[in-house]
């Protein structure tokens, strides 16, 4: 259903000589209804950049190439009407930081209400019975009550609760969902993610879902893309990624997250601390070989071409090799 192809991202420099930052480097992704895929990777790696392309929110100094394709339509470049309708209709995004997609004038039922009016030809109090419905279904308890409240008023775990309402208010086909537990209590982010992934199954969507964690990533995921600077270094399922991992970058993560993947209940898992700092996108070489204990001469001068590992693939001249 969404399909994106070579996709590159660059961000432009401070004046035109300079060349700017290439962010996201050609990667393709594949993802359906009622299916969870999960985005992981290093900081800088080019995860919300590619959820800003997808969510046509990138500013207007990223270019991008490629292709997205929504249900066999084109959606990268549109123009702004095409997009408001498109972003707003079929792609919902959840992001980081609950509070920083509401207003903080309105309460949390006006501005859902005004998401369901936009949407659909509905009076007032058709509107606020979608509303309460809504937040209901996010978990919210007595949500006629809390569609009264002012977003201050709620705890950082409600507050996601109604970022996730207001996502779902305009019957989106596609949730993106940037670290939308990483600034919750533990506890809560265990909830936050239960909630978004009963919701794909019930309301029949698709999830595509940023995360740091490979631990959070194994619990709910269906396939996990692995990110490293600007490139998909491996794509598999769950299970398969964690017990036999293809790219040394994921095993790297794999062992960091081991102990919290046994446990299975989605707990967060520190990024390990590898040594050095990642290369920059769109090098000639392995961009992970500076730090990788399996590199080799080929590694430094040749990009490795995406093959077939287990249940997926892997970008990796040594995939599934061992360090001795
Ligand atoms: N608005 C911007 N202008 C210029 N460069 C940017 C901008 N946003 C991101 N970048 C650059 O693009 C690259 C990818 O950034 P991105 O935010 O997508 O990483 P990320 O994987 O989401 O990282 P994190 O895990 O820290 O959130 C980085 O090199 C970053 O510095
Ligand atoms: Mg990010």
Known sequence: ????????IRFAGRSASEAGTLAVDGIDLDLD???????IGESGSGKSATMLALAGLLPKSAKTTGSVLLDDRSILHLDEREKSTVRGRRIGMIFQDPGGSLNPVLTVGDQIDEVVRTHRRLDRRAARAETVSLLSRVGIGDPAARARAYPHQLSGGLKQRVAIAAALAAQPTVILADEPTTALDATVQAQILDLLVNLV???H???LLVTHDLAV???VADRIAVM???????RRGPEQLVTDPGHPYSRALGQAALPFVA??????????ELPGRMAEAGGTACAFAPRCPLAIDRCRAQVPPVVPFGDGEAAC???GETAQ
């Open 1 to 8: 259903m969404l399909k994106v192809r070579d996709l590159a």
């Open 33 to 39: 209804r009622a299916q969870v895929l999960a985005l």
């Open 201 to 203: 199954q019930v309301e």
């Open 205 to 207: 969507v698709a999830l």
């Open 217 to 219: 990533a194994a619990a």
């Open 228 to 234: 490293y600077a600007g490139k998909i270094v491996e």
């Open 263 to 272: 446990a299975g209940d989605g707990r967060h898992a520190a990024l390990p």
């Open 317 to 319: 001249f040594r995939a």
